[in-house]
């Protein structure tokens, strides 16, 4: 079955770095793209990044130039380097992959920006 777990959360201070890993199971991960999304309390939960089986990256307007993202085939995992972190930033972070028509995401891990 696929298994998504997020690890790398933390408490930072502005300005400050983080980087996010999602090890993923249960599916040829070389031929699938990845996400990643967050959610603040009280808000929905919004795409931050996505990379495609080929490695193209796209990222939100609110993250781009601060974040990337990036995926190691050969440890099945899927990476989100933060920069610049900022408090609105602050939220749980999810990696998420569709396999064979189906959405699954992982439990998350919070990040928490603040001095």
């Known amino acids: 079955q696929v298994q998504l777990v997020e690890s790398g959360g933390g408490l930072v201070q502005p300005g400050g770095s983080l980087r996010l890993s999602c090890a993923a199971s249960?599916?040829?991960?070389?031929?699938?793209?990845m996400s990643w999304y967050r959610q603040a309390p009280g808000t929905e939960r919004d795409r931050v990044a996505t990379?495609?089986?080929?490695?193209?990256?796209n990222y939100a307007d609110s993250v781009k130039g601060r974040v990337t993202i990036s995926k190691d085939n050969a440890k099945n995992t899927v990476y989100l380097q933060m920069n610049s972190l900022k408090p609105e930033d602050t939220a749980v972070y999810y990696c998420t992959v569709w396999v064979l028509g189906m959405r699954y995401w992982g439990k998350g891990t919070l990040v928490t920006v603040s001095s």
């Open positions: 990379i495609s089986n080929g490695g193209s990256t």
């Open positions: 249960g599916f040829t991960f070389s031929t699938y793209g």
